[in-house]
């Protein structure tokens, strides 16, 4: 993540408008709109910054059969433009998308076949597939070694410990619902899941792959980030539109805040949180120092994911 001291613009994927749009962070203006692929849902960096890649799912929604999407569109972040499209051949459906910390490759989910992807970013081609042996892996979470990742299975009630490092199966762990979110803790003992249907935050134990916290949050948590040292949680709530601030020493909800009509996609850049409401075609700028409402960014239809640049 970039210096909050220098990140002046943040990128955002209208996942309805089949673009990415960029934008000043302090005043919200609009400064660039780039075509994508169609109904991007999920975006990363490249190590160095200088690329952003966009996972391009085809589909309004996961519930839907079609085979959707098959390519990442590759963003010139400083030049604002799609410089390339990596074609992902038989793989279909790319949502979640994260970069390796260890190689700098690139690990996302597809729905068909369900897997786990590894993408190389330098010869911009697939590397390797993994299967999940679950339904509609959403999101996931890639350790810091990259020998394990962890996959939020929208179709499956159920997140999987996929291992990358071909040392042993899937373990499908029930968590209920429909899980859509997921993050590790930064000691990587913990991996936090959201269930939609179900109004949990589910916690499960990486050495037992074991639940063993359950947080109920009303309002259908949809993204979660973790942050102060794994003290506190947050969560977009897309069915009631808003955040959810969790204590995860006390696993007590301490904060509601009001963000807009189906609150899903979260940016964290220092003191603020960036979070988007699809449904009002905004993004909404909050400093958590305060918790306080600091700007909000009119954008192009139904916009999700947020980066910094």
Same mark, same amino acid.
């Given at each position: ?76 972040? +400083? @030049?604002?433009?799609? *410089?390339?499209?990596?074609? #992902?051949?038989?793989?279909?459906? %790319?949502?979640? /998308?994260?970069? $390796? ?52 299975? +929208? @179709?499956?009630?159920? *997140?999987?410990?996929?291992? #990358?490092?071909?040392?042993?199966? %899937?373990?499908? /762990?029930?968590? $209920? ?58 969560t977009s709530l897309i069915g009631s539109g808003e955040l959810a601030v969790i204590d995860l020493k006390t696993r007590k909800e301490i904060r509601r805040l009001p963000v807009g009509k189906a ?12 979070i988007s409401a699809q449904g009002d075609n905004k993004v909404v700028k909050f400093d958590m120092n305060t918790w306080t409402r600091v700007l909000e960014i009119p954008t192009a239809d139904r ?7």
């Open positions: 993540m970039a210096s909050a001291a220098l990140a002046q613009t943040v990128i955002i994927g209208h996942k309805w408008s089949d673009s990415a749009g960029w934008y000043d962070a302090k005043t919200g203006k609009q400064l660039a709109v780039v075509p994508v692929g169609v109904r991007p849902h999920e975006m990363v960096w490249s190590a160095d910054h200088k690329f952003a890649y966009v996972t391009n799912y085809g589909l309004n929604t996961w519930t839907q059969t079609e085979p959707g999407g098959n390519t990442i569109s590759v963003l010139d972040a +400083a @030049g604002r433009r799609e *410089v390339a499209k990596i074609d #992902l051949g038989e793989n279909h459906r %790319p949502h979640g /998308i994260e970069r $390796g910390h260890r190689t700098g490759r690139l690990f996302l989910t597809v729905d068909l076949p369900a897997s786990v992807l590894i993408v190389d970013p330098v010869k911009r081609a697939v590397a390797g597939r993994v299967a999940v042996e679950q339904k509609a892996p959403h999101m996931l979470a890639v350790t810091r070694n990259e020998s394990r990742a962890y996959t939020a299975n +929208a @179709g499956s009630a159920s *997140v999987s410990m996929v291992p #990358l490092d071909g040392k042993g199966k %899937p373990v499908a /762990i029930d968590v $209920g619902g429909v899980p859509m979110g997921v993050e590790l803790t930064s000691d990587e003992r913990m991996v936090w899941a959201t269930t939609r249907s179900g109004n949990q935050l589910v916690g499960i134990d990486t050495r037992t792959n074991q639940v063993v916290h359950r947080i109920d949050v009303k309002g259908e948590p949809a993204r979660l980030r973790i942050l102060r040292n794994d003290s506190l949680l947050l609150a899903e996609g979260m940016l964290v850049s220092g003191q603020y949180l960036y916009p999700d994911p947020i980066l910094e640049f």
